[in-house]
Each structure stands twice: as C-alpha cells, then as structure tokens.
C-alpha cells in the first residue's frame, strides 16, 4: 500500500512539472500568436495593392495580344516548355511541438509531388531535416538560409533567384505551400504558383474614367516589378505560416495542459483513497492489537 501511495505521489509531482513548463509555453506562443496576427493584418493591405497592380499589368499584356496575335506574350505568363519539374517551396517550422502543423504539410506535399522530376526547397528546419532524413527527394538547400526569421535581405535574395532561375527554364512552373490561416483555431495547408503569373484581375472603377499613364510599355513594367511582387506574396506567406504556427502550438499546449488537470484529478482521488485505505488498515491493526492484548 505504501509502495502505491509513493508511486502516484511521484506521477502527480512529475505531471505537475510538467504542466508548467506547457503552460509556460501556452503563453509564450499566445503573445506570439498576437504580434504575428497584428504583422499579418497590416500586410494585407499592401499585399493586396501589389496583387492588384501586378494583375492590371498582366491584364495590359493580354490585350495587347487579343489585339495583335503577332505581339510577343510574355514567357511569365506561361509555364516552361520541356519537361522540366516544379520547384516546390515549403514552409514549415523551426520548432516542433505544434500539434499536426508540419504532418499536415507534409502530406499536402507528397500528394503534389513527383520524386522523379520535381524539385523541393524547404523553408523551416523541420522540414528540410524531414526530407533529408527520408531521402528520395531532389532538395535545395539554399532557401533554408531564410528561415524564419522573415528578414527583408533573405527574402529578397530568394526572389531573386527564383526570378532567374524561371529566366534559365531551370523549373516548369514555381509553387509554394504554406498554411493558410483561417482562425485561431483552424488553419489549413494551401498552395500558390508564384510563376507563372495567372492573377485574376477585377476592374477599379477609377480606371475606367481615368487609366493610369505608363511612362514604360507593360513588358518593361512586368519585368521591373515582378521582384516586388515576388517579395510580397513571399514575405506575407511566411508570416501567415508563422501566424497559424504559434496557433497550432498554443492550442496543443492549451490541450494538454486540459489533459494534465484531468490526470491530476484523477490521480488525487486516487490518492486519497489509497491513503485513507491505509489509515483504515493501520486503525484497524492498532484495534486489533489492544483486543488482543
């Protein structure tokens, strides 16, 4: 009886400690659930903006093509010739503890992805170690340097390269995974083609009474700011990941620390019953003992 009553005395103290440290770590990442939330929101806007104006930019290059079929279409309008593979960039975390958030990834993944010709570029350390560890996969490594740090040179290095890259015919067609953030407590793996373009575009009002005067010709436009529009999509993606990250991992952290307060409360009935058995059974032998006497 001893022995029980010391054995779960021990599981309440080691759930306990543990309990702690998720705790801690709940509110670590609800503070930083708030700052990449108020990050996220404030880039929307000038996400949009980019969006609008690179998708009036493509819009200008096919009508001038529906007008002359002679005219020259521009090749990030349309995928490489050949059968070159995609290159896939995936986002996913640094650290782990963040409940089903790189699993999901990599599932959404591995459905696209095609071992023999396409291309994997990791952005994140559990991913790149994932990948690497299971080998099989054609890996550049080199996108890995961003991190997650979201630092404006890294990234703008990165669009760089995919830019020139597309230019060499290096890959098919560019697309990046990432999270998508819904709500606080959903949160889905999504994929985007950053090249070629294909942008949906929606007439303002303001251009139809007054368009906008290109100082340059649209082709010219399209190349100068393609690295702009490039960064945008980028830079707000991994902010957006990083946003349903810190969700993920506060609510596996939320989750368990419910799941240690329901253990601790039955470990202490346990124990209480287990003492209170053995204060009976020592009343008893002590009664038993002065009869017997």
């Excluded at 939330?37 to 290059?61: D, G, T």
């Excluded at 204060?279 to 003992?289: F, R, W």
Aim: hydrophobic fraction near 35%; proline fraction near 2%.
């Amino acid at each position: 009886m001893a022995g029980n009553l010391t054995k779960t005395k021990r599981r309440i103290a080691s759930i306990s400690s543990t309990k702690k440290i998720t705790k801690a770590m709940e509110m670590v990442a609800s503070v930083k659930l708030k700052r990449f939330k108020n990050s996220f929101e404030r880039l929307l806007a000038y996400q949009e903006e980019v969006y609008n104006q690179m998708s009036y930019i493509v819009h200008l290059i096919k009508e001038e093509y529906e007008e002359d079929k002679n005219a020259t279409v521009s090749h990030y309008l349309q995928e490489n010739d050949g059968e070159k593979g995609t290159l896939y960039l995936l986002i996913t975390s640094d650290l782990g503890l963040c409940a089903g958030y790189n699993s999901n990834l990599f599932k959404f993944l591995e459905e696209r992805f095609d071992k023999e010709k396409d291309v994997l570029a990791p952005i994140g350390n559990k991913g790149l170690t994932h990948y690497l560890r299971d080998g099989g996969y054609k890996i550049d490594e080199s996108f890995a340097s961003i991190g997650l740090s979201v630092e404006e040179k890294s990234v703008i290095e990165r669009c760089a390269k995919i830019k020139q890259e597309f230019n060499e015919e290096k890959y098919r067609k560019v697309v990046l995974i990432y999270t998508n953030y819904l709500n606080s407590i959903s949160f889905v793996p999504n994929e985007e083609t950053l090249l070629p373009l294909n942008l949906e575009y929606k007439e303002e009002d303001y251009r139809k009474n007054a368009p906008e005067l290109l100082e340059e010709t649209p082709h010219d436009l399209l190349h100068s700011f393609l690295p702009t529009y490039l960064y945008s999509r980028l830079y707000t993606r991994l902010v957006e990941s990083q946003l349903s990250e810190q969700a993920s991992r506060r609510n596996a952290m939320e989750n368990a620390n419910d799941n240690a307060d329901e253990l601790l409360r039955t470990l202490t009935i346990e124990y209480n019953k287990a003492r209170q058995g053995a204060i009976t059974q020592e009343i008893v032998e002590v009664v038993s003992g002065a009869n017997a006497s």
